[in-house]
């Protein structure tokens, strides 16, 4: 196992990052994720040789927040955070509950307003009727 370590820069940006959140839960658990994932890319060019090429967005749900993501880039593409893999197990099982919420007989409206209590963020009822394709399609 690798062990990642911090260079200066990095750790002052988590520390004026964490000065800057006023207490957030959220943007903490912000801030260490996309630490995480900027020192497992660091980790990945020194192995293959590959350089960074900025970030790419993405939504992350938890403790009935939404997070926005930066997750770092590489030239050629082949690096993909290991972080990643549980964000796309948790869509993963939101698909799954979206599910077994709308066999049970609920509509995908009150799929929606459940969702919203869960993960913060509503969904649509279009946006539900994807996830239900989707799921039908897997």
């Known amino acids: 196992m690798k062990t990642l370590k911090f260079n ?3 750790i002052t940006q ?6 800057s959140s006023q207490g957030d839960y959220t943007g903490l658990m912000k801030i ?10 660091e980790v990945y060019k020194a ?4 350089l960074s090429n900025g ?3 993405r939504r992350a749900f938890g403790g009935g927040r939404v997070m926005e ?11 993909y955070p290991v972080l990643l893999n549980v964000l796309k197990d948790q869509q993963a099982e939101m698909e799954r509950l979206t599910f077994s919420l709308y066999t049970a007989g609920l509509t995908t ?27 039908r399609e897997r």
């Open 8 to 10: 200066t820069e990095q």
């Open 14 to 19: 988590i520390v004026t990052d964490l000065q």
């Open 32 to 41: 260490f994720m996309e630490a995480m994932m900027g020192a497992e890319r």
């Open 47 to 50: 192995e293959s040789g590959d």
């Open 55 to 57: 970030y790419r967005p």
């Open 69 to 79: 993501l930066r997750v770092p880039r590489t030239r050629y593409g082949s690096f």
């Open 109 to 135: 409206e009150q799929i929606g307003d459940i969702f919203d209590d869960i993960y913060g963020k509503h969904y649509s009822k279009q946006r539900v009727s994807q996830m239900m394709d989707y799921a």
